[in-house]
């Protein structure tokens, strides 16, 4: 039976209870319209806990003006069936007003490593992601939550949060859940059209071509960036990065050591796709 | 018995351990140099909790460059013994580096109510304070933390701030303690000589005369602002601000309604000095 908690008292109080009862709280933070990605990330948890929340809520402060934060799907009706499905405990719903009444003015950001990538094309969205997660985490108490590293970057910048405020928080990073096909799953392919969806390929393409020469010795940044680029150029309408990075700093390399990370962010029309890969990392995507 | 944590993991560990035994932790955030005004901050937590943690860290991160940081006194045998003949449990003490390890870069900031006063004029200041006590609330864990009203607009931001981030600590505001001739306890009283310690006394004789005025019935801004102001101005080689806001928000008013904040900093030498009344509330200053 999965409870439905709508307020931040009633969703503390179900994990303060949790606690009492001697169990480990596992915390999956999401914005709902949930797929296999997430539920993975529940399977996660529910491995690692015995008490297992989700929370669902688009979180406007980590939409820009000009975002997607209106069309983005709301499918609670399903979402909640999926989570009684796999077992969730409680699920978190709350109303906009309830995580920032009136009078609201307190921010939680992350330094160098919100800067690039995701950071230089969504200004203000770590802001809004860090200052909700951080409100997440301090209303589900000590816990272990389970991110998933199809957001790459957010994942190291959330571990960063919980490591550099002490929060009593385990930040566990799972891999990509994929389609049959390679693309990454995400709340975001529901607005591709099927002739956009058939395009979209071109960027797991690019991850397994980089991926695969990688394997066969090549290190050169340049030449492993390039390798992933070419077949996102010509499929996307626009790409705002595709870029090989230290993997946990995100800061710039010329050669790629034992592993690299992989970054990609492109647009089909009006919808913006993400991607990566661990170059030297398993699984290949 | 007090103990000594000396690391962020000890000191969590022993706040966890007591909430295990059923105790309440009561918390008193502290940057040293103990005087009465701390230890009735202890007393406070004392009498709202049965396990009372004291931190004595001076924060690098509140400082700006020109302030006083390498000065700020350091006296930690006889804050441990001020806080053992108070029946402190435990004092927390870490290195700089043990709470600011390289790659730190995360910082908690208040908006609206960290922009005037102390705000204008130690730029930086708060998202320091917010951020290491932010840093703290997550090592303690739930708690009852107390701070004393010397620090008004630093109490009504740490408020907002646990509100706002949904963490589990209520914060409680403790009443200015003075010397017998009315000057506010301040480990910075330490720097003033024997000359500037007697004129330190005209921010509080300008507080009282404001607070005389508003209980004789007199309730307009710029007239109360002013019998506060002229003691100061005498007396004070600099001042920065004297003035009176709404107590809630510190936004200006015209005219004060059933209670006004009268807030003061001025520069005697060196040393800067705080002090503050709230008209209409007792007690006197």
């Known amino acids: 039976m ?53 929370t669902i809520f688009v979180n406007p402060l980590q939409f820009a003006p000009t975002d997607d934060l209106d069309r983005y799907p709301r499918t609670f009706d399903a979402d909640l069936a999926s ?63 389970c991110f998933g590293r199809k957001d790459y970057q957010q994942q190291l910048v959330l571990r960063r949060m919980a490591y550099d405020l002490d929060l009593p928080v385990e930040v566990v990073s799972l891999p990509i859940v994929r389609e049959p096909d390679g693309l990454a799953r995400s709340s975001r392919n529901r607005y591709l059209s099927a002739e956009e969806r058939t395009r979209a390929c ?23 960036t390039a390798l992933c680029r070419a077949p996102v150029d010509a499929a996307f309408d626009a790409i705002d990065y595709v870029a090989t990075r230290d993997p946990e700093t995100l800061a710039p390399v010329d050669r790629a050591q034992e592993r690299a990370a992989l970054l ?13 890969v661990v170059l030297g990392e398993e699984p290949r995507p």
């Open 2 to 54: 999965t409870a439905v908690a709508g307020t931040p008292a009633a969703f503390r109080a179900a994990c303060d209870d949790a606690r009492r009862r001697g169990l480990r709280v596992g915390l999956v933070p999401t914005m709902g319209a949930l797929h296999e990605g997430h539920l993975s990330l529940v399977d996660a948890a529910r491995a690692r806990a015995s008490f297992v929340a989700v």
């Open 83 to 145: 989570c009684a499905a796999r077992g969730v405990d409680v699920v978190f719903a709350p109303a906009p007003d309830a995580m920032y009444p009136p009078g609201f003015q307190t921010h939680v950001a992350v330094g160098d490593l919100t800067e690039p990538l995701e950071g230089a094309f969504r200004p203000g969205h770590f802001d809004g992601v860090t200052t909700v997660v951080a409100k997440l985490f301090n209303l589900a108490g000590p816990c272990v939550a």
């Open 202 to 224: 071109a960027i797991v393409q690019g991850l397994r071509a980089a991926w695969d020469a990688f394997d066969g010795g090549e290190r050169d940044v340049r030449a492993l």
């Open 264 to 276: 990609v962010a492109a647009h089909l029309g009006p919808t913006r796709l993400i991607d990566n």
